[in-house]
């Protein structure tokens, strides 16, 4: 149990296991195992709260050419 917070940033977050809230500045939503929820870069800082197993998928590193 516990609070992560995320830096803004665009991410996919795919829980799977337990429950929780992810918490923003406009938001607050109960997530819970089975949920896919898309968290865009205009979210801003976000908070996982509550017993939860997450993966929080990225896009790839850019990278200068």
């Keep these: 149990d516990g609070d992560t917070m995320l830096e803004p940033q665009y991410g996919v977050l795919v829980v799977l296991g ?3 809230e992810l918490l923003g500045d406009f938001v607050s939503v ?3 195992r089975g949920d896919t929820v898309l968290v865009p870069y205009a979210a801003g800082p ?11 998928c990225l896009p790839p590193a850019v990278t200068a050419v």
């Design 46 to 56: 976000v908070t996982l709260r509550g017993d939860l197993n997450v993966v929080h």
């Design 18 to 20: 337990g429950d929780g």
């Design 30 to 32: 109960g997530i819970r």
